[in-house]
Nanobody, 122 residues
Framework: QVELVESGGGLVQAGASLRLSCTAS????????MGWFRQGPGKERNVVAA????????WYADSVKGRFTISRDNAKNTVYLQMNSLKPEDTAVYYC???????????????WGQGTQVTVSS
């Protein structure tokens, strides 16, 4: 069992930066691939970025490529999402998730955090 807690969301203006953190309980964090997902109002939850258990492989949605960076510190049981040059369309609830596979699909992730709100004003 893994419990995930996100933090770092907030209200910012377009062009600003935020760093989201997701801290996991338990001693098996390093075995899991991690993903960041987001769900805007009235929209489906979609993957934003993913990182393999070792951190050696990363993937980004086209909409955030070049602006967002996913990273992890297995010693701290934490995965990060650095978000730069934020746009109003980035407004969403952001979720981190843990899974056994390095994947970009929701159903491959078994554990989910409660989400953190990111709001970008124009």
């Amino acid at each position: 069992q893994v419990e995930l807690v996100e933090s770092g969301g907030g209200l910012v203006q377009a062009g600003a930066s935020l760093r989201l953190s997701c801290t996991a309980s338990g001693r098996t964090f390093g075995r899991y691939s991690m993903g960041w997902f987001r769900q805007g109002p009235g929209k489906e939850r979609n993957v934003v970025a993913a990182i393999a258990w070792s951190g050696s492989s990363t993937w980004y949605a086209d909409s955030v490529k070049g602006r967002f960076t996913i990273s992890r510190d297995n010693a701290k049981n934490t995965v990060y999402l650095q978000m730069n040059s934020l746009k109003p369309e980035d407004t969403a609830v952001y979720y981190c998730a843990a899974g056994n596979s390095y994947s970009t699909v929701n159903w491959d992730y078994s554990y989910w955090g409660q989400g953190t709100q990111v709001t970008v004003s124009s």
